[in-house]
């Protein structure tokens, strides 16, 4: 066994959260540690027992074989009661961190694990946050909640870790495994700890920093770099598209330069792109410091579904085709390709805005189940309808949308029909308009 195994040995691991980032994670470390995956979701966690991930993370037969047996010592268990926790030794909390109405961090879910750690925390324990956050707030709002509920001192009785998850939802190239993982630690003997563990199951190794804010900070602007490029490109496929010039084009003939950096227009949503950028400006508000750059690139961004939807009923005006009480057909839901993951998908700025011109709009999904998110302005259908619709838009690239061809969706519309590429999945001579 390898000494930085052996180091962990004994340890036991709980790992809270088990969507997207928590099970792939609590996967790696049951293969090697003794692991508890929990979560509050019973529903959730009856399916993994039975090797059912809907989230299509982790096949089948990877989680079966790394589930516990009640002989062994080693492996994965899961669980929704806080009692098969109490025992641990590490904890590794990976919950969301969503926006509220307001577009201001949501760390309920953070603070309730935290709550939920601290009353099981015992002396010479580690508690590792995952989830994105702006830098500061591990240590300014989770460790005062575990020093209330464990009744201990920070870095005396307990001790934290930050290590920013980075997986890409869908991606099956780059899983947990193969991207570098960040480290840190509240001391210097946590930090090497968390780096050790980390790169026990991590094949690309880590990278370890200074401290938890610098960890903090470096996953935050991760994104928000992303974020701020595709709101430029955004803005250029906007002034193009008033020029008569095709964006895809352009952004073709600029990339043959070794140094231009290839982003495409598109709605940014998801649980990264488009929120992570709120964190790091609510902190630097806080600060007195009112962030431009970062602001403007999310109002683009958070814009792009209405002037989609403006685009589109532009087109059909051109071609004649009234649009009050038209049929529209949106293919694709979830926030990226080939992935089930519906949490704020920017389609639905899409679907909201052809509903306000009273436009009955259906959604057309095969990675999403129909009967859960069928919404107060569209249709889940499981098979659109050929020769029913006035307006077809392209809003997902799914693997299965592009092996369909255009064809297939040409023959959905009626005989005068737009039809709107926003992914640009097929070539511009094939379509009515694209980003």
């Known amino acids: 066994m390898p000494v930085v195994e052996r180091q962990f040995e004994h340890a036991k691991i709980a790992v809270l959260g088990l969507g997207y980032v928590g099970l792939p ?26 090797g059912l991930d809907r989230t299509n993370e982790v096949p089948r037969e990877e989680l079966l074989s790394t589930v516990a047996t009640h002989n062994e010592q080693l492996g994965l268990t899961f669980s929704h009661n806080p009692a098969a926790i109490a025992d641990c030794d590490i904890y590794v909390v990976t919950v969301p961190t969503p926006l509220n109405q307001h577009n201001q961090p949501d760390v309920s879910a953070l603070i309730n694990a935290s709550e939920r750690v601290g009353e099981v925390l015992q002396k010479g324990d580690i508690v590792i946050y995952e989830s994105t956050v702006y830098p500061g707030l591990t240590e300014e709002v989770c460790v005062p909640v575990l020093e ?7 870095n005396e009785g307990f001790t934290v870790g930050y290590s920013p998850e980075r997986i890409n939802p869908g991606d099956q190239h780059r899983r947990l495994t193969d991207i570098v993982k960040i480290t840190s630690g509240s001391t210097l003997e946590t930090a090497d700890t968390v780096d050790a563990l980390y790169n026990s199951i991590v094949d690309a190794g880590t990278c370890k920093v200074s401290s938890i804010k610098v960890a903090e900070a470096a996953k935050v602007i991760e994104n928000t770099q992303r974020d701020v490029n595709i709101a430029l490109i955004n803005e250029l496929s906007m002034i193009f598209r008033r020029m008569d010039i095709d964006t895809q084009e352009v952004l073709s003939a ?9 982003f495409q227009p598109g709605l940014v949503g998801g649980h990264c792109i488009g929120i992570d950028p709120y964190y790091l400006t609510y902190k630097a508000m806080e600060t007195g410091y009112h962030p431009e750059m970062i602001l403007a690139g999310r109002r683009i961004n958070d814009n792009m579904g209405s002037f989609v ?22 293919v694709g839901l979830t926030f990226k390709e080939n992935c089930p993951d519906t949490r704020n998908t ?14 009955k709009v ?18 889940m259908v499981e098979q659109p309808e050929i020769g029913l619709y006035d307006s077809i838009i392209l809003a997902v690239s799914h693997r299965q949308f592009i092996k369909l ?21 097929f070539d511009k001579e094939l379509v009515d308009g694209r980003l």
């Open 25 to 50: 994670l609590a996967v790696e470390f049951g293969k090697k540690y003794s692991t508890v995956g929990y979560d509050v979701d019973h529903k959730r966690i009856d399916e993994l027992r039975t």
């Open 362 to 379: 259906d959604v057309f999904d095969p990675w999403v189940c129909s009967e859960t998110q069928t919404g107060a302005n569209y249709a």
């Open 254 to 262: 600029a990339g043959t330069k070794w140094n231009f950096l290839n």
């Open 148 to 154: 209330k509920y464990s009744g201990q001192v920070f």
């Open 309 to 330: 939807a403006i685009e589109v009923m532009k087109l059909m005006t051109r071609k004649r085709i009234q649009i009050v009480d038209s049929r529209a057909l949106v």
């Open 405 to 425: 061809g255009i064809e297939y969706f040409r023959a959905l519309g009626k005989d005068n029909h737009v039809l709107f590429d926003i992914k640009a999945m």
């Open 346 to 359: 920017r389609v639905v700025d899409v679907i909201d805005e052809m509903a306000n011109m009273n436009i």
